[in-house]
Structures are given as structure tokens and as C-alpha cells.
């Protein structure tokens, strides 16, 4: 007699691990009840010192005689103001990268614009 899988659920199986997890349960409550018996009341360790508020106020007193560090503001010099270009705006306020021949570029675009909305006129496109 072999036994072979099937589709359905294994009940036998179930009632198996069912009874087994019941022991568990059934176990650790007892080992929890004893445990609970035998426990002799722990006395809690004693509170910290409180710490005295004059070595607070002297690390204050320290801490406002510290010099603190200077920031320096660092201001861009004439030269390096004007090899800056101003670049052409995009239509939508976008500054466009700095590239050499862009400003060709951006000329060469105008005047494809112009012709554009010129074939428009004419009714050509």
C-alpha cells in the first residue's frame, strides 16, 4: 500500500501540527507559571547623581569665549565679470549652455523663424 499525493488538503497532517503546536502553547504556560512563582522580586539599581547645574553653566560660559571660525564672502573680480557672456535668453526664460558657436546657431535660428512665419504669410506650408 503506497499512498500517493493528491490535490486535496492532507487532514492528518493538519491534526498533527495542530496538536503539536497545542503542546507548545501548553508548555511555555507552565514554564511562564513557574517562572512567575520563583521570581524573587529584583530591586532596582539606584538612580543616577544628579548632575549639578554649576559644571553646566561654566561649560556655557566656555562655549560663549570660544572664538568661532570667520566666513569669508568671496566676490568675483572685474575680469572674471566680464569674460562672462551674457547668453540669449530661450523663449521660455531657459539659459541655454555656453558653447562657441552658439551665438551663430542662435542667428541662424532668428532668421529660420523669419522665414518660417514669411511661407506662412504666402500660405505656402
Known sequence: N???GGL????EAIKEKKQKLKLQKEYSRQINEYNM????????LPAKPPVSS???Q?????????PRPKTFITRQ?????????????????????QIPSLESLWSRHEKEKEV???????HIL
Do not use: T, W
Not at 561654566?58 to 570660544?66: F, S, T
Not at 562672462?84 to 549652455?97: D, M, T, Y
Not at 518660417?116 to 504666402?122: D, E, H, I, Q
Open 58 to 66: 561654566k561649560a556655557l560660559e566656555y562655549a560663549k569665549k570660544i
Open 77 to 97: 573680480s572685474d575680469q572674471e565679470v566680464k569674460e562672462e557672456r551674457v547668453l540669449p535668453q530661450a523663449p521660455h526664460g531657459i539659459s541655454l549652455p
Open 37 to 44: 512563582k520563583n521570581i524573587i522580586v529584583v530591586q532596582r
Open 8 to 11: 486535496g488538503p492532507d487532514y
Open 54 to 56: 554649576v559644571s553646566r
Open 2 to 4: 503506497m499512498k500517493l
Open 116 to 122: 518660417v512665419a514669411a511661407f506662412k504669410a504666402l
